[in-house]
């Protein structure tokens, strides 16, 4: 999960990338940019015509604590639908 619910697109080294952060909406959009990868790795697209923009790898502040929120969150949403 990000904070701004925007998945990441990290440069780690050369041709060594990484996407993360879908929020749990990752089949589609991991599919599509998935394309846009193979070609970013190949030398077809630059980074200025990747859909995002290249960050560093930064560590999520408070992080325990929005995974806790978040699976009180989701098991309190599981209870209320199954009931």
């Known amino acids: 999960m990000t904070t701004d619910n925007v998945p990441r697109f990290h440069k780690l080294a ?3 990338v990484a996407v993360s952060g879908y ?3 990752g089949i589609a959009p991991g599919t599509a940019f998935g394309k846009v990868i ?3 790795i190949r ?3 630059g980074d ?3 859909p995002l923009p290249p960050t560093s790898v930064s560590e999520t ?3 325990r604590l ?3 929120a978040y699976e009180l969150g989701s098991q309190a949403v ?3 639908v199954t009931k």
């Open 66 to 68: 929005r995974e806790v």
């Open 61 to 63: 502040r408070f992080r």
């Open 14 to 16: 050369d041709n060594v």
């Open 43 to 45: 030398g077809n697209i």
């Open 23 to 25: 929020n749990g909406r």
């Open 38 to 40: 193979a070609d970013y």
């Open 78 to 80: 599981h209870l209320l």
């Open 48 to 50: 200025d015509e990747m």
